[in-house]
Each structure stands twice: as structure tokens, then as C-alpha cells.
């Protein structure tokens, strides 16, 4: 079951570039993109999978641009939902290789991951609802001004938080050796 | 137990910077919104969290394994609660395998628990192992923290060789104590008919031959052949190990031993052991069947060392190693040590049989290919032929042993005590 919903996300990676701009010129691309990703799944291999989800977000990236301004906030929504599962299930995939699985574990992780996309699909409609009810104009100067502080301020926060974790485990250290109570 | 991001977490912080980045760089909101999903997912880990696993357990199925049966073993542990699911891998001694399809195992755990896993083990080869160790890797709900823990439970487990009937077993020169199977050369009562004689003050009525007497017209007595034990030394060689266990040169020498004993004590013989490398341990003779789990205890135990603290056997006393004593000494013939302490011993006089095993069948896998050729391998079989000719010169009773026979096929050559040299006389 996780190989299938894996698969079910790399063909909708592969695919949504398409969907924003169709051309037989971008099929070698998706195509290059859809084995990347399903090597990293079935293997498995978190890289191979990164190295896919990136170059499929680099696909998209480039039909926005080449794409006429309608806009394609459907098919993003789609596209982070496809590279959640993706890694998330190839990664899964992999710390479980090898072991045997008792039951519950898989049906758990599954539906967790459900429920962050449901979440996800819920606050974009939020975030795209608030938009359209208190539209706020930006002037064209100010508006990366404003993008670049946010982006700055969103990687500071995930620098932040892997160095609180990392400074967290080296400072305490892993248990080690301890006889069993 | 301290938990730490996982590779998944950094993943998602790289993807997330891609995305950041080419939205910034190209000035679409749609980008922004790819990232969303992942955002979420980020928001939703706990987080790290401080937990301890503890009261942790490690039970064996009760009585001494055997090799090649299955053991049962049960892990237990309270594990603290985290939302995901808990992955217990226990590594093994080489002497167990497990039988499962994973080494490890993950078990779905909903909150603070105690976890409970059994597995069965194959109990590959012979041998002792007094502690196993534990590792407990733990995630969060999201599989972006985990945390790992190692605990050392005490486990007492001890795994006897596998043993064999042997229906022919080699006879002792010399035999002891009575109520046995051999047959002496003393007269007496028994049930092997040895010879008649005529009646004398003393013999007994039942013993009288009538036929012969009515015949001989005087009273003529039958005389039977006595019944004694004999006594057996097991002489293990544990200088050097050839080829991998569970086939290598220890693990066919233990069986051997193993059998020889049980089979020997079935008949109500004696039987010591007297393991000689680096350490020298020994169990006394005796019989019964107590023996019998004693001798394949101490046979687990053995253990190969090549420092040596004893070199002469001889002068061990005379209860662990009486003079009279079939000595069947099982070994490869690669240490000097142990073939001088055989001459040694059969210059003395004693009954020793030699059962040596071919070391090279068992390191076919693990030599070179110019090792292996033909011409070297002839070599070494005349290079250790010569060595069994020259005990075969101090009275031992040597054979070579192939361990892909059975050790009875080995057995056949020595079964009957040869002649000695000097005026030895039987008790």
C-alpha cells in the first residue's frame, strides 16, 4: 500500500508541470523526473527521491514562468502534497527496511500523513479565502522587499530550531550502556 | 534518551529553502503555496522530547538450548510515550540467528506502554553467552525526531553440541571398575561361558555343569568371563580453530566429544574431559547420567586460546587422568603442543586413540586459490600422513577424520585395541 500511494505522488510531480503549461517538449523532462523519483521510493534512497522532488520543482517553476499570469495555486497545492508524500514515504520506507513491521505501524503513519494533507489542503483554502476577501496592494517595488524578509525570517527559524535540537543531544549526550532496570 | 532530527527533517529544511528561494526569485505567490504542505507537516511534529525506556527485560526459554534447535527469547520494556513506533533490535551472539525475516523489529505503540516482543533464535553453534545487548530506537508521531537507547540485560544462556549415536565404539585396552559391558580377562561371574574346570572347595552349586560331570563321572564347574567399566578420557583440543562456525575444526571436535560421551556412558563406562589450549579445564570421570550434562556443559564452554600456561598433561593427577584410561584425543593437528602431549602420553604407555580431524576440507572457502591447488593439497595430506605414521610408532591408535563422514565411519579403524608393545598385562 505505501509503494502505491508513493507512486500515485510521483506521477503527480511528474505530471502537474504539464497541467500548467501542456507541451510534448516537457514529456522528456517528466519523464526523467518520474524514474528519478521512483528509483529514490523503491530502492529505497532518500537522495535519489530529493534530487527528484527537486529538479520537479524546478520543472514547475519554470512552466510558471513560461505559463501565461492565470494563476496556478491548485496545482502548487498538488505539488507540495506530492513532494510531502513522496519523502515522507521514502524515507518511511527506508528506516523500516530490513525489519519486520508489526501491525498498526504502517495504517498509523498513513493516516498521520492524511492528516497533515488534509490540514495542508484546509489552510490553503483558508489562506486563499483571506486573500480574496482583504485583498492588500503592494507596490510592485516593495513587494520582494517584503518576500525576501520573510524568507529570511522563515530560515532563521528552521536554522534556530536544528541548532536548539542539535545543541540538545550533544550537550546531554545519548544514553549509552545502561544495564536494564 | 535524548532525540535528535532525522534525515527527513533535513530534507524538508532543503526543499523548503528551494522553494523559498525560487519564489522569491521569480516573484510567484504558487510556490509559496507548494511549500504549504511541507510547512504543515513541520508545525505538526512534537518536536523533541526527553523520554527514558526503562525496566528493560530479556528472557530465554528455560533449560539449555542444543544446537541447531530454536530458542525463544522475550524482550520487555516500558517505553515512554511519543506517538510513534518504537524499533527494537537485540544484537545477537554468533552463536544465535534469528528466524524471522528482519533483525530488527517495529512495533506501533499509541502512548506510554510497556512493549513486549518475542522471537525465536537458531542456535547456530555451541557455546556460552552471559549478557546480550539491546538497542531502542524511538520516533515522534512525524518521523522527524528520534531517539536511541542501548541496554546490556543479563542472559544466561548455554548451547550444547549436537550429538550422535554411536553404535561401535572403540575398545579400551584396559578396563576397571565392575558392573560394565567389556569383557576381562578375569574369571568369575558373568555371562560370557569362558571354560570348565573341575569342581574345587568353594565354588558354587549352581555353577555345576551336569552334563559334563555325569559324563566325566566328577563334578565340573563352568566359568564365565567378568563384566567391567572401563574409564574414558576425552583429550579436546582448543589451541586452534580452522574454517567458520558453525563447521570449523572446534565445532566437529565438540560433536565428536559430545557423541563419544553420550555413548560411552550409556554402557556405564566412565568418562572424563580434559580440555587442553591456552586453558587447561577438566571434568573427573564418572558415570550415570548426570555426567552425561556435565561433559556437554563443559564442552559449551570450550573456548579457542592460543596462550598456553600448561604444556605437559602428565603431570596432571591420577584422578583426572588415571593411568588405565582410554585416552581418545580429538584434534586437528596444527598446534605442536598438542601432538607432543600425545606422544607424551602414549610413550607413558597408555591406551590413546588419535582421531584427527582434516583441517584442510574444512579452509577449501577461506584459502587461496594457489593454496587450494591440487599439488599444494597433496603435499599437506603426505606432510600429515607422515605425522600420523610417527604416533602410529608410539602405540597410538590414530585415524584420520574427513567431517564430512560421520565419526563412526572414523571410529571403524580403531575399534579393536591393537597389540602393545613390552609385557602389559590385563587386569
Known amino acids: ?181 | 534518551m535524548t532525540f535528535r532530527p532525522t534525515a527527513l527533517a533535513y530534507v524538508f529544511s532543503v526543499v523548503l529553502a528551494w522553494i523559498v528561494c525560487l519564489a522569491v526569485a521569480l516573484d510567484r505567490v504558487e510556490l509559496l503555496f507548494v511549500a504549504l504542505p511541507l510547512v504543515v507537516a513541520f508545525l505538526r511534529a512534537p518536536g523533541p522530547a526527553r523520554a527514558e525506556v526503562s525496566e528493560v527485560g530479556l528472557a530465554l526459554e528455560p533449560g539449555a538450548g542444543v544446537e541447531g534447535d530454536d530458542l525463544g527469547v522475550t524482550v520487555t520494556a516500558l517505553v515512554p510515550g511519543t506517538g510513534g513506533p518504537v524499533e527494537i533490535l537485540p544484537v545477537l551472539p554468533p552463536l544465535l540467528a534469528p528466524l524471522g525475516a528482519g533483525r530488527a523489529t517495529v512495533l506501533a505503540r499509541p502512548g506510554a506502554a510497556q512493549v513486549s516482543w518475542h522471537g525465536r533464535l537458531r542456535c547456530r553453534a555451541s557455546g556460552t553467552a552471559d549478557r546480550a545487548t539491546v538497542f531502542f530506537r524511538i520516533w515522534d508521531r512525524a518521523g522527524f525526531w528520534v531517539g536511541e537507547s542501548r541496554f546490556e540485560p543479563p542472559a544466561s544462556l548455554v548451547i550444547t553440541p549436537r550429538v550422535e549415536a554411536i553404535r561401535f565404539l572403540p575398545r579400551p585396552r584396559r578396563t576397571g571398575a565392575p558392573f560394565g559391558i567389556h569383557l576381562s580377562r578375569k574369571l568369575g561371574d558373568g555371562t560370557d561361558f569362558a571354560e570348565i574346570r573341575p569342581f574345587t572347595t568353594g565354588d558354587r552349586v549352581k555353577r555345576i555343569n551336569w552334563p559334563v560331570s555325569l559324563r566325566m563321572n566328577r563334578l565340573y564347574v563352568n566359568r564365565f568371563h567378568t563384566e567391567s567399566s572401563a574409564e574414558i578420557v576425552l583429550l579436546v583440543d582448543s589451541f586452534t580453530n580452522i574454517g567458520r562456525r558453525p563447521n570449523s575444526s572446534l565445532d566437529h571436535t565438540l560433536r565428536a566429544a559430545g557423541s563419544l560421551a553420550v555413548s560411552y556412558l550409556r554402557q556405564h563406562d566412565r568418562v572424563g574431559l580434559i580440555e587442553f589450549g591456552g586453558w587447561v579445564r577438566w571434568t573427573r570421570a564418572a558415570a550415570g547420567p548426570a555426567q552425561c550434562g556435565t561433559i556437554l556443559r563443559s564442552l559449551a564452554r570450550v573456548s579457542v586460546s592460543p596462550a598456553g600456561f600448561l604444556q605437559d598433561l602428565t603431570i596432571l593427577s591420577e584422578t583426572v587422568l588415571p593411568g588405565h584410561a582410554l585416552i581418545i584425543a580429538i584434534s586437528p593437528l596444527v598446534d605442536e603442543r598438542f601432538v607432543r602431549t600425545v606422544e607424551r602420553l602414549a610413550g607413558q604407555g597408555r591406551d590413546v586413540i588419535l582421531l584427527a580431524i582434516r583441517g584442510d576440507v574444512l579452509s577449501e572457502d577461506l584459502i587461496s586459490r594457489r593454496a587450494a591447488s591440487p599439488l599444494v593439497r597433496r603435499l599437506w595430506s603426505l606432510e600429515r600422513e607422515d605425522g600420523l605414521r610417527a604416533l602410529r610408532g608410539y602405540g597410538v591408535r590414530a585415524v584420520n577424520w574427513s567431517p564430512a563422514l560421520p565419526v563412526e565411519a572414523a571410529l571403524q579403524a580403531v575399534r579393536r585395541p591393537g597389540r602393545v608393545r613390552g609385557a602389559e598385562w590385563y587386569n
Not at chain 1, 521510493?41 to 514547475?60: E, H, K
Not at chain 1, 516593495?142 to 541548532?163: C, D, F, S, Y
Not at chain 1, 535540537?165 to 549509552?176: E, K, N, V
Open chain 1, 1 to 181: 500500500m505505501v509503494q502505491l500511494i508513493g507512486i500515485v505522488a510521483i506521477l503527480l510531480v511528474a505530471v502537474l508541470p504539464a497541467a500548467v503549461q501542456p507541451g510534448l517538449h516537457l514529456l522528456v523532462v517528466e519523464a526523467a523526473i518520474a524514474v528519478t523519483c521512483a528509483g529514490g521510493l523503491l530502492l529505497p534512497s532518500l537522495g535519489l527521491a530529493v534530487t527528484g522532488a527537486i529538479a520537479a520543482l524546478l520543472a514547475f517553476s519554470a512552466t510558471l514562468v513560461i505559463a501565461p499570469s492565470a494563476s496556478a495555486i491548485p496545482q502548487a497545492v498538488a505539488m507540495g502534497t506530492g513532494l510531502l508524500v513522496l519523502l515522507d514515504l521514502t524515507y518511511f520506507r527506508q528506516r523500516l527496511a530490513g525489519s519486520d513491521v508489526g501491525a498498526g505501524v504502517v495504517l498509523g503513519h498513513l493516516a498521520n500523513l492524511a492528516i497533515s494533507v488534509l490540514l495542508s489542503v484546509g489552510a490553503a483554502a483558508l489562506l486563499i479565502g483571506v486573500a480574496v476577501t482583504m485583498p492588500v496592494d503592494l507596490d510592485p517595488m516593495v513587494r520582494p522587499v517584503m518576500a525576501a524578509a520573510g524568507v529570511i525570517l522563515v530560515l532563521a527559524a528552521l536554522l534556530r530550531a536544528l541548532t536548539l535540537a542539535r545543541r540538545q543531544a550533544s550537550g546531554t549526550g545519548a544514553d549509552s550502556g545502561q544495564d536494564g532496570s
